[in-house]
Each structure stands twice: as structure tokens, then as C-alpha cells.
């Protein structure tokens, strides 16, 4: 099956930092999506990006499928950020998604 | 829409007792995916719905586990027997045909087997 790898597992900011989380994906994609774990365990929908550069708000997501990778930006972090952060891919012909082990975040006041 | 409801929130159970977990999907959406989630394994796809048909049930532990869908709006998943191993945060999802218009996880089931 398709093998999702995302550094670094942990990342410390400061509030006010930008940060970038990667994703790097064994085999092609149908979907791919970026979710956000909140201290609550709630999982939310983030971006849909299976290619190309979404933004919304300060933060933003960037997908080469060609090279199978993904990143995404968080700018002027803020303590609500925090969490954990989980990319997600699906093959093609199918609605089912791998997650990632996730990027741990906290932002410090 | 109310979301993805899952119920109970928490549960805890002795040791070889059944329990049964449910999920009601957002109303439209043709997928259903359970999840469960600990510390060592990360999220793990147990098993997933298409219009009520289970799909894939690859993910499944074992046995003991076993995964319903007996309409459009309510899914099971079952542990009988439970052991102390099964404890984990167990999340239902749904989606619609195409992914990109809103993958939803519910709130999810915190399970203890003591």
C-alpha cells in the first residue's frame, strides 16, 4: 500500500513563527488532504489538494504530485494552532485515505 | 448538518464483554469509514462503506471485530469479545462521491477495556 511520511514529527514555535510541515507520499494520488488534530481530538478538514496551491487564511498548501510531495504553511502561528497535524492520500479509484503518523505543533506564547 | 455523530463518547467495559459502537454519517454522503486511533499505530482505516456495501475490510484486526451498515444512516462497529489491547479512540467519516467535497470525521469514541 502507499507508505505517507511526514517531518518533522515534532515542531516548537513561538507565537508569531511561520512554519513548514512536508509530506511525502510513495505512489501516486487521487486524493490528498491535510487535517488539522485539535487538543480535543476533534479532526478537521483542512485542504482538499491532490495538486497545485491553496490559501486560506494564514494558512496555505502546496501539492507536486509529480513528485510526490505536499507541504503546508502556517504563517504568524498562534497558540490555537497547536496540535497535530495529519496529511492523508487516497489512491486512485478510491474515496479511502492513508494518514500519516502527523506533525506534533505547539505554539508557545 | 449535524456532522458526523458518534455514540457514546466514552465507554468502558471489562474485559470480554461486547461492545458496539455507532455512527450515524452526514445525510447524502456515500462513503463511511471507521478509524481507530492509539499511540502506537497512529490512525488505521478498519474499514470503509460504499452505498451501505462494505468495501475493504482489510484493516480489521481480527475476528473479533466485525462492521455493519444496515442503511443509509447508521453503521456499527462490534468488539466481542473486548480486551484491554482494543482501547483506543475509535472515529467514524463520511464523504460524499467525490473526497474533495467534505471528508467528516466524527467526534469520535474514546473506549477503555480494563
Known amino acids: 500500500g502507499i507508505q505517507v511520511e511526514q517531518s518533522p514529527p515534532d515542531l516548537i514555535l513561538q507565537e508569531g513563527a511561520n512554519s513548514t510541515l512536508r509530506c511525502n507520499f510513495s505512489d501516486s494520488v487521487n486524493n490528498l488532504q491535510w487535517f488539522h488534530q485539535n487538543p480535543w481530538g476533534q479532526l478537521i478538514n483542512l485542504f482538499y489538494i491532490p495538486s497545485g496551491t491553496k490559501q486560506n487564511g494564514r494558512l496555505s498548501a502546496t501539492t507536486v504530485a509529480t513528485e510526490r510531495y505536499s507541504l503546508l504553511y502556517i504563517s504568524s502561528s498562534q497558540t490555537t494552532d497547536s496540535g497535530v497535524y495529519f496529511c492523508?492520500?487516497?489512491?486512485?479509484?478510491?474515496?479511502?485515505?492513508?494518514f500519516g503518523a502527523g506533525t506534533r505543533l505547539t505554539v508557545k506564547p | 448538518d449535524a456532522g458526523v455523530i458518534q455514540s457514546p463518547r466514552h465507554e468502558v467495559t471489562e474485559m470480554g464483554q461486547e461492545v458496539t459502537l455507532r455512527c450515524k454519517p452526514i445525510?447524502?454522503?456515500?462513503?463511511l469509514f471507521w478509524y481507530r486511533q492509539t499511540m502506537m499505530r497512529g490512525l488505521e482505516l478498519l474499514i470503509y462503506f460504499n452505498n451501505n456495501v462494505p468495501i475493504d475490510d482489510s484493516g480489521m484486526p481480527e475476528d473479533r471485530f466485525s462492521a455493519k451498515m444496515p442503511n443509509a444512516s447508521f453503521s456499527t462497529l462490534k468488539i466481542q469479545p473486548s480486551e484491554p489491547r482494543d482501547s483506543a479512540v475509535y472515529f467514524c467519516a463520511s464523504s460524499p462521491l467525490f473526497v474533495g467535497d467534505g471528508y467528516t470525521f466524527g467526534s469520535g469514541t474514546r473506549l477503555t477495556v480494563v
Open positions: 492523508a492520500v487516497g489512491p486512485y479509484n478510491n474515496n479511502d485515505m492513508r
Open positions: 445525510s447524502g454522503h456515500d462513503y
